[in-house]
T-cell receptor, first 111, second 115 residues
């Protein structure tokens, strides 16, 4: 059974701080990794994807991947109250595979 | 682009009734996914289609659930008969499957309540 694990939170950070969200996965054959953001009552939307070891930066967001440790993380710099949402980690096994989602980490950014 | 379109947005029905959820993917996308989201189980893949062909339906809970994609612009998910434990938000998503990094775009979801 392929699994994606996330701390459910809630993770609470003050405005302007760095929020660190973590995810582990069980399938060593996983090739692509995605972070989705889901606001309450809304549908998930893609923030970033990564498939090479190391860091990938996009604005205030940085995704980090360590395939040896089967670990992927998302850092949000200068957190804003508008970043308050549930962040879903998703993993894809291969080019034809479907996504397996974690249950999400709820982030709360306090003004 | 209108994005992924789902209907109805909300559905309240009684146990035993048939429920049909509808999805129109983004034009040009070749893959379509049906998900179910609950607090307990999170976001679960039910079935996905590639070029209108079902590829993996291992997530379909039981024979009460069925899905079809008669053409590239329309898909249905049917529950017959419905049960209270089917209450959830059902999302449809589409993508253009071309390798490792394609994005799945989600529809607004259908909130289903079975009484």
């Amino acid at each position: 059974q392929k699994e994606v694990e996330q701390n459910s939170g809630p993770l609470s950070v003050p405005e302007g701080a760095i929020a660190s969200l973590n995810c582990t996965y069980s399938d060593r054959g996983s090739q692509s990794f995605f972070w989705y953001r889901q606001y309450s009552g809304k549908s998930p939307e893609l923030i970033m994807f990564i498939y090479s070891n190391g860091d990938k930066e996009d604005g205030r967001f940085t995704a980090q991947l360590n395939k040896a440790s089967q670990y992927v993380s998302l850092l949000i710099r200068d957190s804003q109250p508008s970043d308050s949402a549930t962040y879903l980690c998703a993993v894809k096994a291969g080019s034809q595979g479907n996504l397996i989602f974690g249950k999400g980490t709820k982030l709360s950014v306090k003004p | 682009d209108a994005g992924v379109i789902q209907s109805p947005r909300h559905e309240v029905t009684e146990m035993g009734q048939e429920v049909t959820l509808r999805c129109k993917p983004i034009s040009g996308h070749n893959s379509l996914f049906w998900y179910r989201q609950t607090m307990m189980r999170g976001l679960e893949l039910l079935i996905y289609f590639n070029n209108n062909v079902p590829i993996d339906d291992s997530g379909m809970p039981e024979d009460r659930f069925s899905a079809k994609m008669p053409n590239a612009s329309f898909s249905t998910l049917k529950i017959q008969p419905s049960e209270p434990r089917d209450s959830a938000v059902y999302f449809c998503a589409s993508s253009f499957m071309r390798g490792r990094g394609e994005t799945q775009y989600f529809g607004p979801g259908t909130r289903l309540l079975v009484l």
